[in-house]
């Protein structure tokens, strides 16, 4: 019987933390990881453009690679495009959306703060999932759109400008009652360690292990997979990257071998 395989797609290279809690639970899982770098960073992109752009991706690997399911990996992305591509698409689609929730109900002073990209921040989806879930919240909401680049770069590079992050950061860190902080994109756990310097005593919550569960559940697979040999997935972009060399080495910490450049019509 053949591995099952999942495409797992962003704009760049955050959905490695949602990957990342996928391949603990299933390391048997084949990722073939797309990510969209010649039209990198999404938070920036019209939403009608980004729903053409998502849609024309994902249509051109479906044939190539056969997946089992899809992952959305991509807060910006799956707040906007999400109903429209499980319209088109016959296989399982599981996309990303700040974890509100479980931040509300974890939250003891009621007063948490989602740190998103300004797309997201301003998305009706995400004023609804608060009215749904965080009613009883004070939410204090931080759209910055600069962080997704400095998650990229530290990943890759290992260095980050602290002074730069903890001057973005401030109108969080000035609020003393905040205890809880959603990072509702999915490159911001790539920062974890630096924010929660900065940040310290306030409880990080992202949805990358939701995330991981809900692929378990539309694979109909079993939660606990220790028996199974992880396998080699592959990663593929839709432009040429800076250094390839670089790139190549931190995908090998996921299990990620390089694949082809994809070209669009």
Same mark, same amino acid.
């Given at each position: ?5 999942? $495409? ?47 849609? +024309? ?35 399982? $689609? $599981?996309?990303?959306? /700040?974890?509100?929730? /479980?931040a509300a ?12 990209? /300004?797309? +997201?921040?301003?998305?009706?989806? +995400? ?7 965080a009613a ?49 994109? +999915? ?14 005593? $306030? ?8 995330v991981a ?30 250094? /390839? ?21």
């Amino acid at each position: 019987m053949r591995n099952q395989k999942i $495409i797992v797609f962003d704009s760049g290279l955050g959905g490695l933390t949602v990957w990342q809690h996928i391949r603990a639970l299933a390391p048997d899982l084949e990722c073939h990881y797309v990510f969209d770098n010649a039209l990198f960073p999404y938070g920036e992109l019209e939403q009608d453009v980004l729903n053409h752009r998502v849609s +024309t991706i994902l249509a051109s690997q479906l044939t190539a690679i056969k997946p089992d399911a899809i992952v959305i990996a991509c807060n910006t992305a799956s707040t906007s495009v999400l109903a429209q591509l499980r319209h088109r698409i016959k296989v399982p $689609i $599981i996309g990303v959306v /700040p974890a509100i929730k /479980p931040a509300a109900a974890s939250s003891n002073s009621k007063h948490m703060a989602l740190l998103a990209t /300004p797309a +997201t921040v301003n998305r009706d989806y +995400t004023d609804q999932l608060v009215a749904d879930f965080a009613a009883d919240c004070q939410v204090t909401k931080l759209g910055i759109g600069d962080l997704v680049q400095m998650a990229e770069h530290y990943l890759l590079n290992g260095e980050i400008d602290i002074k730069r992050l903890a001057q973005l950061l401030e109108p969080i860190r000035s609020q003393s009652t905040i205890d809880t902080l959603v990072l509702g994109c +999915t490159h911001y756990p790539l920062l974890a360690s630096p924010i929660s310097e900065i940040l310290p005593g $306030i409880r990080l919550v992202d949805s990358g292990y939701a995330v991981a569960r809900q692929v378990i559940r539309q694979l109909a697979r079993e939660l606990d997979e220790v028996m199974y040999e992880p396998v080699d997935g592959f990663y593929y972009s839709t432009a040429a990257v800076a250094d /390839p060399d670089l790139l190549q080495q931190a995908m090998k910490g996921f299990g990620l071998k390089q694949g082809r450049l994809i070209n669009l019509p």
